[in-house]
């Protein structure tokens, strides 16, 4: 195998919004609701999971991708992990450095393992964060502010060890409703100046505090449900988001966004959608 020696320009990001360059997935080979862990998957645990669908589905996620210019890594699917296709939680790029998640529950222990071997495979350093739990769905980051949302899946205890980690950076503590399993599926940030939520998530003061920094489109129950919030912005102002949410989608229209509708009906029956199925390690 040919190694790949790091640069920093091979790993860096420090907003949800600047051009995606470099993108880190897992085909849903093996995916299934084995244990349910979110409301949504509650919802579909009967049905569970149509894998040719979530595969096709998300081979054309991929393609978007692929499309828009993105450079896609693929990590190897395992029989043992069958929420590995939410390979955001797994990792996270703050700056020029890369961080490999403590994942909370059982049922995705090991994940990040894959990852630490692709990164050791193509001399890429990493910090695993092994002390406390913090997943990368609860990361947010906005040049040097980062909001990491403090729920069942990311500790308190984690947050104070990453600011350690990153004296230059403003690390922002967002405690929300931990129904709602990350940040992301409740707050997500469309650009400098925007942002989605779904308030009755937060404290109304907390809601008030990001009011104060960016200009809220608010999602809806019923939308929230669908994964209104869980886009992924891939720069330029395009937004990658469900068909089905179309008052999401008209909002973000309005306000000059892009939006690139793909189904991902499949996916999202384990509760997560385009953000959580991708991990950027290079933005421009």
Not at 97 to 121: C, Y
Request: charge should be negative.
């Amino acid at each position: 195998m040919v190694k790949i020696i790091q640069d920093k320009s091979q790993i860096h990001c420090k907003s949800e919004y600047g051009t995606l360059q470099k993108v880190v997935l897992c085909e849903p080979q093996f995916m299934e609701i084995r244990e349910v862990i979110n409301d949504v998957q509650k919802k579909y645990i009967n049905d569970n999971i149509d894998r040719s669908l979530a595969i096709s589905q998300h081979q054309k996620f991929e393609q978007t991708l692929r499309n828009a210019g993105v450079e896609v890594i693929k990590l190897q699917p395992s029989k043992d992990h069958p929420e590995q296709v939410f390979t955001r939680d797994i990792g996270f790029t703050l700056g020029n450095r890369l961080f490999i998640s403590e994942m909370a529950n059982p049922i995705r222990q090991g994940e990040e393992k894959v990852l630490a071997t692709w990164m050791n495979e193509h001399d890429i350093s990493y910090k695993k964060l092994s002390t406390h739990s913090i997943e990368g769905g609860d990361v947010i980051v906005d040049g040097n502010r980062v909001f990491i949302g403090i729920s069942h899946r990311t500790c308190k205890d984690a947050v104070q060890a990453l600011q350690k980690e990153l004296p230059d950076f403003e690390i922002i503590p967002i405690p929300f409703n931990p129904k709602y399993l990350h940040l992301d599926c409740v707050f997500n940030i469309l650009s400098s100046k925007d942002a989605l939520i779904y308030p009755d998530a937060l404290d109304p003061k907390i809601v008030e505090n990001l009011s104060s920094m960016y200009h809220l489109i608010e999602v809806s129950e019923s939308e929230q449900f669908s994964m209104g919030t869980n886009v992924l912005s891939i720069g330029q102002n395009r937004v990658l988001s469900l068909p089905t949410n179309q008052d999401v989608n008209n909002q973000l229209r309005q306000h000059g966004y892009q939006v690139l509708e793909i189904e991902f009906s499949e996916i999202i029956k384990s509760g997560g959608s385009f953000r959580c199925c991708s991990m950027p390690i290079l933005r421009g």
